[in-house]
């Protein structure tokens, strides 16, 4: 992707410098976010009773607490599992990588700007903030092994940038396009907030099951990824794409379906992110098109 040079987002919040060492979990911080526990078979093997908790900000079914709370604004308390394994960028990695998201944040903003207008709206763009460790957010403690996530409570997107090594290692998701695609879907859930759709969702979750409050978060999550497609078609218009980029973040798109995450070890009625195959159609279906119009998850069979 061209990147480098290019105008980069007003709207990052850089909370590195603090470290994060302070915060610790508690019954108040965001339990449900868990943690990014991939089974690595160096525990008991497998996924054993919890499952998968947290990839890219999208909140799994485990530990038996509520897995659509943050993407609701929600909170609720447990404990998270470390990431520790994975080695944190450079900082000069990490110096190129907020550069790298400013300039994603920004293209998102003339994006959705640009949409909003055209339907007589205004897009308020969201604060992204940076953070390492561990910081607070207005869905409770935002922790590195959380991924990155929006919060509706106090409208940001949170991102520890050492989760990029985590895609590249862990979920074999290289790639600054793929990188791209994580902050493109985060943003479609601040564009979901903006249109109604997260809102409807908390309101509806008291009348759910939670096989209905599953299903419905499943649609949520492809629309994100429909939105981040219209983001990717954005960007090629605008020659900013390179030979390789949208494979990268079809790729992404495969590595985290729920599917492919779960091994085949959870039910589908306990998706809450869809499939591979769902999520690589419904990105392409915004990259190829370019029109929100086709992102209607909830009127169309996924």
Known sequence: MKWQGRERSSNIEDRRSQGGGGFRRSGGGMGNMGGIRIPSGSSG????????IVVLGIIWFATGQNPIDVLTGGMSGGSTTSSSQWAPSTSANQDELSQFVGVVVKDTENLWSEVFTQNSMTYKPPKVVLFTDATQSGCG?????????????????????SFYDQLRQQF??????AQAYVIAHEIGHAVQDQ????PQFNQRRASMSQDEQN???????????CYAGVWANYADKQNLLEQGDAQEAINAANQIGDDTLTRGQVSSRNFTHGTSQQRMTWFKRGMETGDVGQCDTFNSTI
Do not use: M
């Open 195 to 198: 249109t109604g759709v997260l």
């Open 215 to 225: 299903a419905y978060s499943v649609r949520v999550e492809l629309q994100a990824d």
């Open 45 to 52: 093997g497998g996924l054993g009773l919890v499952g998968i």
């Open 141 to 161: 403690t935002a922790q590195s092994a959380s991924g990155p996530f929006y919060c509706p409570n106090d409208k940001k997107v949170y991102i520890d940038l």
């Open 172 to 177: 074999g998701a290289p790639g600054d396009f």
